[in-house]
């Protein structure tokens, strides 16, 4: 190895090991209405939050957190990952566009003292069925060749952040940790090719889940508040999933000739609806446990040292897919509008507190509801309600949800009213045929909240507005053909 060589990778694995703790913050935008950019930039700023990772590149964005100081993890779509694969020349246009672009134009800090390109996103998720096994790799390659012909692998590092799922424990103990078996061919040359680059390894961890799909999961190993009976690996004893989980990994890498490999939590947070555990009790216990760990810099027992995390998430997003679970649409640590859920001390402002974002328009105070006079017995409702929650967000209703005590009107009503709330509260939107009317006194009830959407953001040329009046049109045509 030429000298000079040597040099650029001391640089690269110097950079690497200074990897800073502290928090930061998922943001997606799979929403109706997403937040103008530039107020979750400023939301971003009066809340302390210094470190973002985004799930795609968008433009404005970028263009938004251009002179932030805010340090930024650009994501690659899973959808991308094959044709990027598949010719160098539109990994080349992508780093051109999407990093080169926003860097000498905008000033865009796509991470302040590390700068991240995740390609892919959980792309060796179980439930994908190997979709993305053979062009996560030659995406990364060439996304990483593209970096360095555009003179920015120095700066901005490759990663692709990983479920928890890519590695298991023949021994349900973190020391008998190593990569799933069917995926093992897999993981070591992405992982080889990050350990040669400087990069780190993007893990998301999420408690939550274990509880939702193992009804016998002690709840109080999903915390940190060290109820839970520990468990012993060893003489080490780990008394939250957490440590255990991330334990595992470090097990893993080491056990692969990688030990030494930063470790980068991607995603890590706790939804507060749409099941019976997802709620404000659990999401603040959860996420605040979480935050005193990070404010203490207390790692785990093998990487004892400050944890370098991004919160999941900042906003939630109503129209995220749902196949995982309703939960899905909750996780933000705000509401779709930007405001705080519950007291959360980030541990970055002066308050103590979580701030609100400022400058927000709402549409009108009127809501859509059921007619007093309709029956539940009419032959419309059912297919009316399933239509309403097939294209808006039905996910607080159901058993131990924040709307979940409504009565069989109000459950039609929620449905009625998300649809029309999402089409911009048009008059065609509540037109359900002797079944709805729009009111302008708020039908919210106890722990559940109507809501009144904000004013759409179109931003670009994203087509959001066609999608708006698609629905509705959408919406005349069920009307003619099933009432």
Same mark, same amino acid.
């Given at each position: =190895?030429?000298?000079?060589?040597?040099?650029?990778?001391?640089?690269?694995?110097?950079?690497?090991?200074? @990897?800073?703790?502290?928090?930061?913050?998922?943001?997606?935008?799979?929403?109706?209405?997403?937040?103008?950019?530039?107020?979750? @930039?400023?939301?971003?700023?009066?809340?302390?939050?210094?470190?973002?990772?985004?799930?795609?590149?968008?433009?404005?964005?970028?263009?938004?957190?251009?002179?932030?100081?805010?340090?930024?993890? @650009?994501?690659?779509?899973?959808?991308?990952?094959?044709?990027?694969?598949?010719?160098?020349?539109?990994?080349?246009? &992508?780093?051109?566009?999407?990093?080169?672009?926003?860097?000498?134009?905008?000033?865009?800090?796509?991470?302040?003292?590390?700068?991240?390109?995740? @390609?892919?996103?959980?792309?060796?998720?179980?439930?994908?069925?190997?979709?993305?096994?053979?062009?996560?790799?030659?995406?990364?390659?060439?996304?990483?060749?593209?970096?360095?012909?555009?003179?920015?692998?120095?700066?901005?590092?490759?990663?692709?952040?990983?479920?928890?799922?890519?590695?298991?424990?023949?021994?349900?103990?973190?020391?008998?940790?190593?990569?799933?078996?069917?995926?093992?061919?897999?993981?070591?040359?992405?992982?080889?090719?990050?350990?040669?680059?400087?990069?780190?390894?993007?893990?998301?961890?999420?408690?939550?889940?274990?509880?939702?799909?193992?009804?016998?999961?002690?709840?109080?190993?999903?915390?940190?508040?060290?109820?839970?009976?520990?468990?012993?690996?060893?003489?080490?004893?780990?008394?939250?999933?957490?440590?255990?989980?991330?334990?595992?990994?470090?097990?893993?890498?080491?056990?692969?000739?990688?030990?030494?490999?930063?470790?980068?939590?991607?995603?890590?947070?706790?939804?507060?609806?749409? *099941?019976?555990?997802?709620? =404000?009790?659990?999401?603040?216990?959860?996420?605040?446990?979480?935050?005193?760990?990070?404010?203490?810099?207390?790692?785990?027992?093998?990487?004892?040292?400050?944890?370098?995390?991004?919160?999941?998430?900042?906003?939630?997003? *109503?129209?995220?897919?749902?196949?995982?679970?309703?939960?899905?649409?909750? &996780?933000?640590?705000?509401?779709?509008?930007?405001?705080?859920?519950?007291?959360?001390?980030?541990?970055?402002?002066?308050?103590?507190?979580?701030?609100?974002?400022?400058?927000?328009?709402?549409?009108?105070?009127? &809501?859509?509801?059921?007619?007093?006079?309709?029956?539940?017995?009419?032959?419309?409702?059912?297919?009316?309600?399933?239509?309403?929650?097939?294209?808006?967000?039905?996910?607080?209703?159901?058993?131990?949800?924040?709307?979940?005590?409504?009565?069989?009107?109000?459950?039609?009503?929620?449905?009625?009213?998300?649809?029309?709330?999402?089409?911009?509260?048009?008059?065609?939107?509540?037109?359900?045929?002797?079944?709805? =009317?729009?009111?302008?006194?708020?039908?919210?009830?106890?722990?559940?909240?109507?809501?009144?959407?904000?004013?759409?953001?179109?931003?670009?040329? *994203?087509?959001?507005?066609?999608?708006?009046?698609?629905?509705?049109?959408?919406?005349?045509?069920?009307?003619?053909?099933?009432?």
């Amino acid at each position: =190895m030429g000298l000079v060589s040597l040099l650029l990778r001391l640089v690269a694995l110097f950079s690497v090991l200074s @990897v800073g703790s502290g928090i930061g913050a998922n943001w997606g935008t799979q929403a109706t209405h997403p937040l103008n950019p530039e107020i979750v @930039v400023k939301l971003l700023r009066d809340n302390g939050i210094q470190k973002v990772k985004l799930f795609d590149a968008d433009y404005d964005t970028l263009r938004a957190l251009g002179k932030s100081g805010i340090e930024v993890m @650009v994501g690659i779509p899973n959808d991308m990952l094959a044709p990027l694969a598949a010719k160098m020349k539109n990994a080349e246009e &992508w780093v051109s566009k999407n990093v080169s672009k926003h860097i000498t134009t905008d000033n865009v800090n796509i991470s302040l003292r590390f700068r991240y390109v995740a @390609v892919g996103n959980e792309p060796f998720l179980q439930t994908y069925n190997g979709t993305f096994l053979s062009t996560t790799l030659p995406a990364l390659q060439n996304i990483q060749s593209a970096l360095i012909k555009a003179g920015l692998s120095s700066q901005v590092k490759v990663t692709v952040p990983m479920n928890a799922d890519v590695y298991e424990s023949a021994n349900s103990l973190p020391s008998g940790g190593d990569f799933r078996q069917d995926i093992h061919e897999y993981m070591l040359p992405i992982v080889k090719l990050l350990s040669d680059t400087g990069s780190p390894f993007t893990v998301n961890i999420y408690p939550f889940i274990s509880l939702y799909i193992d009804s016998n999961f002690p709840a109080e190993y999903a915390f940190f508040d060290g109820n839970a009976s520990p468990v012993n690996d060893g003489g080490t004893y780990y008394y939250n999933m957490l440590d255990a989980n991330l334990d595992t990994l470090v097990h893993t890498l080491q056990k692969n000739g990688f030990g030494n490999m930063p470790i980068i939590i991607g995603e890590i947070g706790w939804p507060t609806d749409g *099941d019976r555990n997802a709620n =404000m009790e659990y999401a603040r216990r959860f996420n605040q446990g979480f935050m005193s760990r990070i404010a203490g810099g207390k790692g785990t027992p093998l990487r004892p040292g400050p944890i370098d995390a991004y919160l999941f998430s900042l906003i939630d997003e *109503d129209a995220k897919s749902i196949d995982p679970g309703n939960f899905e649409r909750h &996780w933000g640590i705000f509401t779709y509008d930007g405001q705080p859920k519950y007291l959360l001390n980030l541990g970055t402002t002066n308050s103590g507190r979580l701030l609100p974002a400022r400058g927000i328009q709402y549409q009108e105070n009127k &809501w859509c509801v059921m007619r007093p006079n309709a029956r539940l017995d009419d032959p419309s409702v059912a297919a009316s309600v399933s239509y309403a929650c097939s294209l808006a967000d039905c996910t607080k209703l159901g058993y131990g949800t924040s709307c979940g005590t409504l009565d069989g009107k109000g459950n039609i009503s929620y449905a009625f009213n998300s649809y029309f709330q999402i089409n911009n509260q048009l008059d065609e939107a509540c037109k359900f045929p002797n079944l709805s =009317m729009i009111v302008k006194t708020n039908p919210s009830q106890g722990t559940c909240r109507f809501d009144v959407m904000i004013q759409p953001y179109y931003g670009g040329a *994203d087509g959001r507005l066609p999608k708006q009046l698609g629905l509705v049109a959408a919406f005349a045509l069920f009307l003619l053909t099933f009432l």
